[in-house]
C-alpha cells in the first residue's frame, strides 16, 4: 500500500513541477523533480523499516511545497491522510493474514495425523493381489497389467 501511494506521489510530484515551472520561471521546478524521483526510489525500498521514516518526511516535503504552489498544502494533507491510511490499514491487513494463516496451519496439523492414520489403515487391503493374472504384467511396458 505504502509503495503505490508513493508511486502516485511521483506523478503529483511531477505536475507539480510542470506548474511550477509555468508560475515561477526559477529552478524551483527542481524541488518537484527531486520529489518525484524521491517517491519513485523509495517505493522500492518498502521492505526496510527505516524508508517508513522518510516517507513521513516526504509527506512533510509535500506540505512544504504549498509554499511555492498553494494548491499543494491541500494536495499534501491528502496524500498525507492517503499515506497514514496505507499504512493503518495494510498493517490491520497483514495481520488478519498472519493469523488466517495460523489458523490453517492449526487445522493442517490437526488433519494430518488422521489423514496419516486413514493411509495406514487403507494400505493392507490395496496391496493383496485379486488374482494371480493380476500380477502378470506386460513385457512392452512394465508395470501395466495384462488382461
Known amino acids: 500500500m505504502a509503495a503505490s501511494v508513493l508511486v502516485f506521489e511521483a506523478f503529483i510530484a511531477l505536475f507539480f513541477g510542470l506548474v511550477v515551472g509555468k508560475l515561477h520561471p526559477s529552478d524551483d521546478w527542481i524541488v518537484a523533480v527531486v520529489l518525484g524521483v524521491v517517491c519513485i526510489l523509495l517505493s ?3 521492505r526496510y523499516r527505516w524508508a517508513y521514516g522518510v516517507g513521513w518526511a516526504l509527506q512533510i ?5 504549498g509554499f511555492l504552489v498553494t494548491d499543494m498544502f491541500v494536495l499534501g494533507v491528502i496524500f498525507t491522510a492517503i499515506w497514514w491510511a496505507g499504512l493503518h490499514f495494510g498493517a490491520k491487513a497483514e495481520q488478519i493474514k498472519a493469523q488466517r494463516m495460523a489458523e490453517h496451519e492449526a487445522r493442517t496439523q490437526q488433519a494430518e495425523p488422521a489423514a496419516q492414520q486413514a493411509e495406514a489403515e487403507a494400505e493392507p487391503a490395496a496391496e493383496a493381489p485379486d488374482s494371480a493374472a493380476d500380477e502378470r504384467t506386460s513385457t512392452e511396458r512394465p508395470g501395466v497389467k495384462t488382461r
Do not use: E
Not at 516535503?61 to 511545497?65: E, Q, R, Y
Open 44 to 46: 522500492g525500498m518498502m
Open 61 to 65: 516535503g509535500f506540505i512544504a511545497a
